[in-house]
Nanobody
Framework: QVQLVESGGGLVQAGASLRLSCAAS??????????MGWFRQAPGKEREFVAA????????YYADSVKGRFTISRDNAKNMVYLTMNSLKPEDTAVYYC?????????????????WGQGTQVTVSS
């Protein structure tokens, strides 16, 4: 089984920063062969794409709403993926999910992801 465990969420004021972490594990899971994504779901809204990083060349992709403020990165030696969030806004409030896919394209599409974490809550107060 593959496990993705998020951490680093919390309650912060607008303008603050947070770094989310996602630890990936699994007996047959080769982390470096998976693209990793971050998605979020706010109350009453559908889950939406935030950022993704490819497995092949480390290319990164971002939702327009977070471009320039969020940075996704990965450490293949530690089986970790991170989401550094700067200049947080109240509209960033959501549960943030880490995900993994063996696909190399369409990384903004949540339906291509094979594995999901349980999520971590991020709350940004105004």
């Amino acid at each position: 089984q593959v496990q993705l465990v998020e951490s680093g969420g919390g309650l912060v004021q607008a303008g603050a920063s947070l770094r989310l972490s996602c630890a990936a594990s699994g007996r047959t899971f080769t982390f470096r062969n998976y693209a990793m994504g971050w998605f979020r779901q706010a109350p009453g809204k559908e889950r939406e794409f935030v950022a993704a990083i490819s497995w092949s060349d480390g290319s990164t992709y971002y939702a327009d709403s977070v471009k320039g403020r969020f940075t996704i990165s990965r450490d293949n030696a530690k089986n970790m993926v991170y989401l550094t969030m700067n200049s947080l806004k109240p509209e960033d409030t959501a549960v943030y999910y880490c995900s993994a896919t063996s696909r190399a394209d369409d990384l903004e599409d949540q339906y291509i992801y094979n594995y999901w974490g349980q999520g971590t809550q991020v709350t940004v107060s105004s």
